[in-house]
Every structure is written in C-alpha cells, then in structure tokens.
C-alpha cells in the first residue's frame, strides 16, 4: 500500500465525517442530495460483498466497515431523523438515468460474468457518477454552504489521489485496471469546475454560488 492509496482513504473519510458532523452539528441536512448519499450507500453495498468472503488486511477490513457504517448513518440521518429539513423539491436528480444505464454496463464491459464480480463493476461505475445528483442541487438551488463545499472538495481530492494512486501502481507493479482507472478519470473530471470555484471563492472565504439555470 502506498502513500497516494493511504491519502486518499483518508481524505474519502474526511469528507464522509465533515458530512456528518455538519447534519449532526446544525440538526439539519438542508444543501444536501439525499439521493447522492442514497447512491454512496448502494455503492460501498455492492463493492464489499467481499467482507463475507475474502479477508485481505485489518485495515482494509476495518475502513470498509466504517464506510458502510457511514453511508447508511448519513442516509438516516437525511430520511429520518432530520426529514423535515431535507430539500426533495431541489434534490430532483432523477436516478433512473443513472442506475440504468450503469446496470447495463455493467453487464457489458466486466473483469469476469460473476455475480460478486458485476456487482464490483457496478459499483465502480457508479461511484463514477453518484455525485451529480448533488452537483445538480446545487445548480438548481445556486450556491451551497461552505461546509457542503468542504465535504465536495476532500470527495473531489479522494478521487484525484486514487489517479495517483493507480499512476504509482502501475510504474512499481505493473498493475493497470482499466475499469477503475477510466471511471475514477471520470469522476474526476466532473469535480473539475468545482475546484477552480472552491480555489477562487471558497479559500478567499467567500460563498460559493453557481449561476441559475434559465
């Protein structure tokens, strides 16, 4: 394992954890898409089946536990405990035009037709895109909080440290997955316009805000 891989699990935590201090801390999940968090949740779900059948290291054991954890944490959170002030009129991503056409790659384009194994392929394609439907309320609504912000900028450098991680891997192991590597180049690029804002704004301790859609 090396120090890109270490980095951005630590910065994938970080962002999990600001998340949930931010609902925990203020009583409200209001700026936040219940439906991208409901996404992460299907997400670590299909890509750590293997915790009932392979065992790889403690670490690795014990930070899959604690996304899961997480993920459903925040989505009851959203769903639940703090329902009155989650904004469904703005989280209006509609995630059938994500959850089909990934199902169906998944099925398509795989390491091998296994159930465990499309069910990893499909949670790496979808982690490629679970965020929009967050970077669409945010469009919609026309500026997020600051701490939403911070939440999206660790995401964001999570994802840019796995390219690391992956250019490292390959230059010391030989190791190429191009399944995770094409949908993490992805996913990635859709934080793009997110940290020249947040370098521009953010940092400057201005608020973040996005031009209306027409």
């Known amino acids: 394992m090396n120090i890109f891989r270490i980095l951005g699990d630590v910065s994938h935590l970080l962002a999990i954890i600001i998340l949930l201090l931010k609902i925990h801390k203020s009583k409200s999940c209001a ?28 670490y690795n054991t014990v930070m899959k536990v604690i996304f899961l954890l997480c993920a459903y944490v925040t989505v009851y959170m959203i769903y639940v405990k703090f329902r009155k002030t989650f904004d469904s009129e703005n989280d209006s991503f509609r995630l059938e035009f994500l959850l089909v056409p990934v199902t169906g790659l998944s099925f398509l384009e795989n390491h091998s037709f296994t159930p465990l194994e499309i069910l990893w392929t499909f949670s790496i394609y979808l982690e490629s895109v679970a965020i929009l439907p967050q970077l669409f309320m945010i469009s919609k609504t026309g500026e997020a909080e600051t701490i939403t912000t911070h939440y999206l900028f660790f995401l964001g ?21 191009q399944i995770a590597v094409v949908s993490g180049v992805v996913q990635t ?11 521009t704004k953010v940092l400057k301790g201005k608020k973040l805000s996005l031009p209306m859609p027409v």
Do not use: H
């Open 189 to 199: 690029i859709f934080y793009c316009d997110f940290f020249y804002l947040y370098i």
């Open 31 to 58: 700026g936040i898409s219940g439906k991208s968090q409901i996404l992460f949740a299907l997400v670590f779900t299909t890509r750590y089946l293997d915790l009932f059948t392979t065992f790889i290291s403690v």
């Open 157 to 177: 450098l999570y994802r840019a440290l796995y390219i690391a991680n992956w250019v490292w891997r390959y230059y010391t192991e030989n190791f190429y997955d």
